[in-house]
């Protein structure tokens, strides 16, 4: 399965979701998270037949950084509200995936970007990742579960710094913090061995 956002490799017994964009920075539009939950959802249906586990990845530069700020500036209040249900629909289709889910990250993953990896099971990181929710230095707050999904890996407290402060960490400090799982110079082969391991 290909489309403009993303393109569906084999890897061994897994599946590779490989974010895709023209710019490189894989951004999440509505389009986008739209298209991403109907292939979950297809997947989720192939997984009846054949389990295969799947591995979210971007490129080298940019896991994703997230929504697109254009977009969300021009949305009125029910589209806003609306989008915001269409990342929680799609966050939650990943993180009820009835096979693992392993992000494996590599650059920037920001913002939604982050909630989306926040949302697999588990999460492998290159040695230059950097992790971020920006949102607050711009006004905005996720509405995607990630103000959820992080207290529960890292605590309240470290997580109101991360929301608030809109800091980066670095792919160490996100080991240390408890939102990254493991760091490996090849993060979407080191998520296929570890797949393979849990199976």
């Known amino acids: 399965m290909h489309t403009r ?17 023209p710019d490189g920075t894989n951004r999440l539009s509505r389009a986008c998270v739209q298209a991403l939950t109907v292939a979950i959802c297809q997947l989720k249906d192939e997984h009846k037949i054949q389990p295969h586990p799947l591995i979210i990845a971007g490129n080298r530069n940019f896991f994703s950084v997230g929504a697109d700020l254009n977009e969300i500036a021009a949305l009125s209040g029910p589209q ?6 269409m990342g929680q629909a799609l966050m939650n289709a990943i993180a009820s995936f009835p096979a693992p889910v392993v992000a494996a990250i590599e650059g920037h993953c920001m913002g939604g970007g982050l909630d989306l990896a926040l949302a697999c099971h ?21 509405g ?18 991360l929301f608030v402060a809109a800091e980066k960490i670095s792919a160490p400090q996100s080991v240390r913090i408890g939102i990254v799982d493991a760091i490996a110079g090849d993060p979407v082969r080191c998520a296929a061995e570890t797949i393979q391991g849990v199976r």
Not at 80 to 85: C, D, G, I, P, R
Not at 122 to 129: F, G, Y
Not at 144 to 160: A, C, E, F, H, V
């Open 122 to 142: 588990r999460r492998i990181a290159a040695p230059h990742a950097v992790f971020g929710h920006r949102g607050a230095a711009l006004g905005l707050m996720t």
């Open 5 to 21: 956002f993303f393109q569906i490799e084999g890897e061994g017994s897994a599946r590779i979701l490989r974010l895709t964009s």
């Open 80 to 85: 806003a509200y609306e989008f915001s249900s």
């Open 144 to 161: 995607w579960g990630g103000t959820q999904r992080l207290p529960r890996l890292i605590g309240k407290s470290r997580t109101l710094e």
